[in-house]
């Protein structure tokens, strides 16, 4: 442990300063390498360690990975192979990359630049080159053109060229290309607003109209962030921290590499109850779509050559280590059963790694490490993140048989539930539940998200997915007295009002049809726009406007009927608002969905009885008498559909030849105020 005023001393002796040295103090790893490396240094050049190497010394002990290749890596920098970090940077990766003994020295000196000599006449012939590459253009921006663009070219022609003398070059030249920067050049550049096209425009006012909430399109590599950029490539398992290096690590990789072809090869285990949720689709989404994403290379690169001990014979039987399984050698005697121990193996209560999660993983890592490396098979890296959780619901089985056995939801399969067959039947499409995997990312740390997310992807795909149809929850009947034919008419009904060209269906308009309750107002307040008294609407698709003529109540003042005129719409005064309809309507009923369980169901302060304590009893609300057009009779079980106006609906399994049965799998827009 580096501590204490002696290791103060050390540091700021090698030109770290006093705050900086302090800081390093804190974290006692880094310290105690970075003093193993300054003695090894002053081991070499003495008492006395420069300013330079001592930064560089720094960047070694905070950077390197495998410590057993510190000494070698203090060599070159006291040797003065290693002086710039870019060299230090080059050697970092070479040994990260190369984990067997012995090192070659000839291909490290030529990976890492060693005593190569960059003039400064090859500087100026590189930025001279870069200039001339972009002349034109820099005549005509002057000094508002990309420089680092120069600076760039110059250093992929001189790689190990100091990026400050680079600079100061290309601003020596571009000074005498271009005189002094003027006034004009001096003024900010206005930021250019970005037009959209036309299409674009059109798709997005759609979108807006239809009450969608718009979500960045982005390829499934670029969402699956986090934690998988840190991912190596097939072939450098050695590469992730803690991996294990045996002298028979490069055969089996060799072996493994030469059966895969170099693909990516993930799993999901199976569940042994079969019973998946939502944290599920998340593995299911990342291990499967990451394999996706990773072609498999066409010629791939074969890993560090092993030692030339090990070259031109088969690797040897592993040694089994001590303690090692031999059972599964089939080497371990009988032996009387040991009783269990009376003692606990961890002591969870205690905090583990400062809480910042993430143990289990790393523990369960190193055993499985040893495991493979012990039986002598290959061993494949592991990786493990953390659990997804959504507000509003809880997904540990325990808790769900719970509800389903107090008879709070009718199965696995309830809509209100995050099971996936319970989303399923909801109508949620499987294309949304990936894409909201794939926007949540991949972290070590445990996710807890709002379900809101989850169905703006879910109405961004039924968005385009789910064909429009007319549907009124709560009908009240309207005659229309000037109807202008004894027959109905049929009315085009597009399939997707944004977009015509993927067709049309007919519905029949006649003198009866049905509309909702809360469409029409007696007596309209400040802001209303729909039926009234005094105050026509237009009739979505159908082309005409209704006027109320009078209003027909029963006996307790409720009212029946309305009756109504209608005027075609190229004739009259264009109303303020268009509602929907239905003419000769299906009989169904409607399941509408809210949410089920208290934001947090799982924490005793805000809960203190437990989940089912707090359950909304307005989670499920049926309709038994609701009334949809006729485009949707030959819809089959989870057949999907936008009732206009109400949501995106799904039609459920329990739906019979006489009885359709619809699940509202979201509503339009997200209402702020749903709790």
């Not at 969402?223 to 028979?248: C, D, M, S």
């Amino acid at each position: 442990m580096a501590a204490g005023p002696d290791a103060l001393s050390l540091f700021t002796a090698i030109g770290l300063s006093e705050p900086k040295a302090r800081e390093t103090l804190k974290n006692e790893a880094l310290s105690a390498l970075l003093r193993e490396a300054v003695t090894q240094a002053q081991g070499i050049l003495g008492p006395t360690v420069d300013k330079a190497t001592g930064t560089l010394l720094y960047n070694v002990a905070s950077r390197l990975k495998d410590q057993k290749r510190l000494r070698f890596l203090v060599g070159c920098i006291t040797s003065k192979k290693i002086v710039t970090d870019l060299q230090l940077s080059a050697a970092l990766e070479y040994v990260r990359s190369h984990p067997l003994d012995p090192i070659d020295t000839a291909d490290f000196e030529h990976e890492c630049g060693v005593g190569v000599v960059v003039t400064p006449e090859q500087i100026e012939e590189a930025v001279e080159a870069a200039i001339n590459k972009h002349r034109a253009e820099l005549l005509s921006e002057r000094y508002r053109f990309n420089m680092g663009l120069l600076m760039g070219e110059a250093r992929g022609r001189l790689r190990w060229a100091d990026g400050k003398s680079i600079k100061n070059e290309v601003d020596l030249q571009v000074l005498h290309l271009l005189g002094p920067k003027t006034e004009t050049d001096l003024e900010k550049k206005a930021k250019a607003g970005k037009a959209k096209p036309a299409e674009a425009e059109k798709q997005q006012k759609a979108a807006e109209e239809n009450g969608e909430v718009t979500l960045e399109t982005k390829s499934l590599m670029e969402q699956l962030r986090g934690e998988a950029l840190k991912f190596h490539k097939p072939g450098e398992n050695y590469k992730t921290e803690g991996y294990v290096i045996t002298p028979h690590t490069m055969a089996l990789m060799k072996q493994h590499l030469e059966i895969t072809g170099g693909q990516v090869r993930t799993r999901f285990p199976p569940e042994p109850n079969g019973i998946l949720h939502i944290g599920h689709a998340k593995a299911i989404n990342f291990n499967f779509g990451y394999a996706k994403v990773s072609p498999p290379r066409a010629s791939p690169t074969p890993p560090p050559p092993p030692p030339a001990s090990a070259k031109g014979s088969p690797p040897p039987e592993p040694a089994t280590p001590p303690g090692a399984p031999r059972l599964c050698q089939g080497e371990l005697p009988p032996e009387p059963a040991t009783p269990s121990s009376p003692w606990p193996v961890l002591a969870l209560s205690s905090p583990q790694c400062g809480g910042r999660g993430g143990w289990w993983g790393w523990a369960g890592r190193s055993s499985y490490f040893w495991l493979c490396n012990a039986l002598g098979v290959y061993c494949p890296v592991q990786w493990e993140y953390g659990r997804l959780n959504l507000l509003y619901t809880v997904v540990s089985k325990r808790k769900i048989i719970r509800l389903v056995e107090a008879g709070a939801v009718r199965d696995w399969d309830d809509p209100r539930l995050f099971t996936l067959t319970a989303l399923r039947r909801r109508g949620f499409p499987p294309e949304a539940i990936n894409n909201f995997c794939a926007r949540v990312g991949v972290t070590v740390a445990q996710t807890t998200m709002e379900p809101h997310l989850l169905e703006a992807c879910v109405r961004e795909v039924l968005n385009e997915r789910a064909p429009r149809a007319m549907a009124v929850l709560e009908p009240l009947r309207v005659t229309i007295t000037n109807f202008p034919t004894q027959k109905a008419l049929e009315v085009l009904v597009p399939n997707f009002p944004a977009d015509e060209t993927k067709g049309f269906h007919k519905v029949p308009f006649q003198a009866i049809i049905y509309i909702e309750q809360s469409d029409f107002r007696e007596v309209m307040d400040k802001g209303y726009k729909r039926l009234a008294p005094g105050q026509p609407v237009g009739l979505r698709h159908a082309g005409y406007v209704i006027a109320v003529q009078n209003v027909v109540k029963d006996a307790g003042g409720q009212v029946m009927e309305l009756e109504v005129t209608c005027t075609k719409s190229d004739a009259a005064e264009k109303p303020k608002a268009f509602i929907h309809w239905v003419s000769e309507p299906l009989v169904c009923e409607v399941r509408l969905y809210e949410r089920f369980l208290h934001k947090n169901p799982e924490d005793p302060a805000e809960v203190p009885a437990g989940f089912l304590s707090d359950l909304n009893p307005d989670s499920l609300r049926v309709i038994d008498g609701a009334l949809a057009d006729r485009s949707v009779c030959s819809a089959k079980p989870l057949d999907k559909f936008q009732f206009e106006r109400l949501g995106y609906f799904s039609v459920d399994p329990d739906s019979t030849e006489g009885k359709m049965v619809f699940n509202r799998t979201v509503t339009l827009k997200e209402d702020p105020g749903k709790v």
